[in-house]
């Protein structure tokens, strides 16, 4: 069986149990709106998780290096940062596609060497989820800079009110 051809053919079975993966990580009323409507602007947020999903995996699939789907990781775990999620539970889809690719291969393919064939496969999603974790504490770092910045600036201004600011001035 050649792995590549069988990914691609079966992309969209695999594409839905990997958003799926996602989608379940989030309380009931949540993922069911998130599983809901596919349009862009009714569900931005799900139509961003399968538009993305779908992207990385057909590059995954046709042997693309994990740094290829960086941006469409990126719009998936930059919407997991704002909402707060854990790393491990930001990333969790991540290392489900393997599961959801080894038992597809093993259902087409019963009695065959499954594992022997996805050594490669499952290395592309190591480095997808280093990557992902990378990209998941990036976006938390510019989260937690914005919140400190706001702060400062709030308090700031709170100080000025109360005129406990000293006026520095430079001798000319």
């Not at 709170?158 to 001798?171: Q, T």
Request: charged share 25%; glycine share 6%.
């Amino acid at each position: 069986m050649e792995l590549q051809k069988f990914l691609t053919d079966n992309h969209k079975s695999i594409c839905a149990q990997w958003t799926d993966a996602i989608i379940k990580t989030y309380p009931e009323e949540g993922a069911k709106f998130f599983s809901g409507s596919a349009n862009q602007f009714s569900n931005p947020v799900g139509h961003t998780f399968r538009s993305n999903i779908e992207r990385m995996f057909l590059a995954l699939a046709r042997g693309a290096d994990a740094s290829e789907c960086s941006t469409d990781l990126d719009g998936i775990l930059r919407i997991r940062a704002v909402q707060g999620f854990a790393p491990s539970v930001a990333l969790c889809f991540l290392p489900a596609l393997k599961e959801i690719v080894y038992r597809e291969v093993a259902k087409a393919n019963p009695g065959g060497a499954a594992a022997d064939s996805l050594h490669d496969w499952n290395v592309r999603i190591d480095r997808l989820t280093m990557l992902g974790f990378d990209l998941y504490m990036a976006a938390r770092e510019v989260l937690w800079k914005q919140k400190a910045n706001q702060l400062y600036n709030r308090t700031h201004k709170l100080l000025e009110r109360a005129n406990l600011l000293k006026d520095e001035e430079v001798a000319g």
